[in-house]
């Protein structure tokens, strides 16, 4: 996949992955059931932490070896449930809300990258 190949994707994912502010998802995860799933590497989150209450599943599993027990483990059967995903800027969690929606998960969202959120959490 060339440069222009990536770009096109990555815009089509930012076009049908709503990316919402820090206002936004505290709303979001203060009015509706929510999985927040980070997307980044153990290295990374060992680095800096995670958000309260997310849980970590990397992009390079998701790519490589996705099952749907990867998200379902952390809901309770027929859940109705809103997905914020994030990673270190935003692309790799456009790039995953893009493939969960493809896969027929609803109400997913990106919430950009980890240091906007602790940036905006102070």
């Not at 995860?29 to 958000?51: K, Q, Y």
């Amino acid at each position: 996949m060339n440069e222009i190949d990536i770009k096109k994707l990555l815009q089509e994912a930012n076009d049908c992955v709503p990316r919402v502010s820090f206002e936004e998802a505290i709303n979001i995860i203060s009015s509706t059931n929510t999985l927040i799933i980070d997307v980044r590497e153990t290295s990374e989150i060992e680095a800096t932490g995670l958000i309260k209450n997310a849980v970590n599943i990397p992009k390079s599993i998701i790519d490589t070896n996705f099952d749907h027990s990867l998200i379902m483990n952390h809901m309770n059967d027929n859940e109705d449930i809103t997905i914020l995903v994030y990673c270190a800027v935003g692309i790799r969690s456009a790039f995953v809300g893009y493939f969960l929606l493809n896969q027929g998960y609803k109400n997913v969202f990106n919430l950009g990258g980890y240091a906007e959120w602790v940036e905006n959490n102070k």
